[in-house]
C-alpha cells in the first residue's frame, strides 16, 4: 500500500481507532523488531522540525503511550 492509499484508508477515521490501530501495528512491529523505543526516537526527531508545539506535545503523549504495556494511558 503506498502513503496516498494509506493517507485514503485512515484520514476519516475517529482519533480512537487511530490509536488502537497504531498500538496494534506497534505491538507487531516490536514483536519483529521493526521498532522500538529508539526507533521512535528518531522518528520524532526527524518529524519534530515540522510540528507545531502542540502536535510535538501530542506525539510525546502518543510515543509514550505507545511505549508503556499494552499502550495504557
Same mark, same amino acid.
Given at each position: 500500500m503506498n502513503i496516498n492509499e494509506q493517507y485514503e484508508t485512515y484520514r476519516n477515521k #475517529? /482519533?480512537? $481507532?487511530l490509536m488502537e490501530t497504531l498500538l496494534r501495528?506497534?505491538?507487531e512491529q516490536k514483536q519483529t523488531g521493526e521498532m522500538s523505543e529508539g526507533k521512535m526516537e528518531e522518528i520524532y526527531r526527524m518529524l519534530a522540525p515540522m510540528l507545531? $508545539?502542540?502536535q510535538k506535545a501530542r506525539m510525546r503523549e502518543?510515543?509514550? /503511550?505507545l511505549n508503556t #504495556?499494552?499502550?495504557q494511558k
Open positions: #475517529p /482519533r480512537d $481507532e501495528l506497534t505491538a507545531s $508545539e502542540s502518543i510515543i509514550a /503511550r #504495556p499494552n499502550g
